[in-house]
Structures are given as structure tokens and as C-alpha cells.
């Protein structure tokens, strides 16, 4: 299995644009996580999908932030309009549920760096 | 609100030394995970700990899970060089709550 996959790698941007993440997991798995990982703020969960069902978004930081899972193999982070706080690494993690909202181990892909200007 | 801690937040060890890592969590669960994370790459699963009492052990890495005392810990036997990484505890509430993460060096 390849794991999960993240593109791009690094995304440089300039203040104002947007930008668009994405992340295929790994196959079979039902949960898919999206983190923000910062030095101030450490590894933030944003949102998580069951199903390609969003459950909890409450981690997302602002409106200009969204997320997608239009199917079982891939889901996007947007953020429009970008701005250079939002410059932090972006992983994607997929697993196996449990059943009753217990999850099994996270497998997380390589990330994504990204730095706003 | 679930928080965990860790402690040290940076551990300098000589290699051949034995070490704990601790991870406090402040409200009830019996699902933990650690993480390592390397310079720059991604993090790495290394242990699911699911029940109370639960101890795992993986090479000079072994972790145990109190859930009364809502305490993990992971203990480095013999330390070398490679095992240089930020190791992150993990706790499931409603959802995964990270913690602050332990910077370990290992030095020659």
C-alpha cells in the first residue's frame, strides 16, 4: 500500500490566493483527519470525515477554511483568500473506525508545507 | 475541555541511559497512541494502547496506560542515536487531542 498521499508537498503562495490541499487515503480506510501542525500551536485537528461525511469541524479556524470528500479515495482543504498565518505543515491521516466513534491507530501521509507571503 | 501534557518537553540523554517520558490527560479515556515524528517528515504510528493496564513494548520503546490515573508513559531503555525524534502521546476524547510533543536527542 502507498500510504497516504498528499499533494503538493510545499506550496508557496502569495497573500490573497487560494490554495487548494489534497490528500487520497489509504484504501478501505473510513475516517479521514486533516491537522495543522505549527510551532505556536503545535498539531491542531481541523476536520474529520466518516464515510466522506464531515462529523466534526470545529477545528477549522475561519470561513476562509473548507474542506471536501467528494469520494472515498480524495478530499481537498481549501483556503481562499490565504493570508501568512495560515503558513503551517498540513497533514492528512486516514484509519479504520472501531464503530461508536472509536478510531483505530491514524496513519498520516507527508504533509503539506505551506508558506504564505 | 480534554487536554494532555507532556513532560519533559526536551530530553538530552547519553546513549546506553534509560529514560520515561510522561503524558497526563484531564478528563476520562481508555484510548492512547503515541506518535514519533522526525525532523522535518511526517509522524510515525508506534503504539495503540486501548484498555486500562495496557503495556506494549516495540525494541527499547515501551509504553503503558493507567486510565485511573489518566497517565501514559514511555520508557527508553538503553537509548541510541536513532531514536532522536519528537514522540507525541495522543488521546482520544470525542476526538484525537495531541500533545505538546518531547524533542529527544540522544547523544553519542
Known amino acids: 500500500d502507498a500510504g497516504v498521499i498528499q499533494s503538493p508537498r510545499h506550496e508557496v503562495t502569495e497573500m490573497g490566493q487560494e490554495v487548494t490541499l489534497r490528500c487520497k487515503p489509504i484504501s478501505g480506510h473510513d475516517y479521514l483527519f486533516w491537522y495543522r501542525q505549527t510551532m505556536m500551536r503545535g498539531l491542531e485537528l481541523l476536520i474529520y470525515f466518516n464515510n466522506n461525511v464531515p462529523i466534526d469541524d470545529s477545528g477549522m479556524p475561519e470561513d476562509r477554511f473548507s474542506a471536501k470528500m467528494p469520494n472515498a479515495s480524495f478530499s481537498t482543504l481549501k483556503i481562499q483568500p490565504s493570508e501568512p498565518r495560515d503558513s503551517a505543515v498540513y497533514f492528512c491521516?486516514?484509519?479504520?473506525?472501531?464503530?461508536?466513534?472509536?478510531?483505530?491507530?491514524?496513519?498520516f501521509g507527508p504533509g503539506t508545507r505551506l508558506t504564505v507571503t | 475541555e480534554l487536554k494532555v501534557e507532556q513532560n519533559p518537553l526536551f530530553l538530552s540523554m547519553q546513549e546506553g541511559k534509560n529514560y520515561t517520558i510522561y503524558c497526563n490527560y484531564s478528563?476520562?479515556?481508555?484510548?492512547l497512541y503515541w506518535y514519533r515524528q522526525d525532523p522535518g517528515k511526517s509522524l510515525e504510528s508506534l503504539f495503540v494502547?486501548?484498555?486500562?493496564?495496557a503495556v506494549k513494548q516495540e525494541g527499547r520503546l515501551m509504553a503503558s496506560l493507567d486510565t485511573k490515573a489518566r497517565l501514559s508513559t514511555l520508557h527508553i531503555t538503553a537509548a541510541v542515536h536513532d531514536l532522536s525524534a519528537t514522540y507525541f502521546c495522543?488521546?482520544?476524547?470525542?476526538?484525537?487531542?495531541f500533545g505538546t510533543g518531547t524533542l529527544l536527542a540522544v547523544q553519542p
Open positions: 491521516a486516514s484509519s479504520l473506525g472501531l464503530g461508536a466513534g472509536i478510531f483505530y491507530e491514524q496513519y
Open positions: 478528563t476520562t479515556s481508555d484510548r
Open positions: 495522543a488521546v482520544d476524547g470525542s476526538k484525537l487531542i
Open positions: 494502547l486501548l484498555s486500562n493496564g
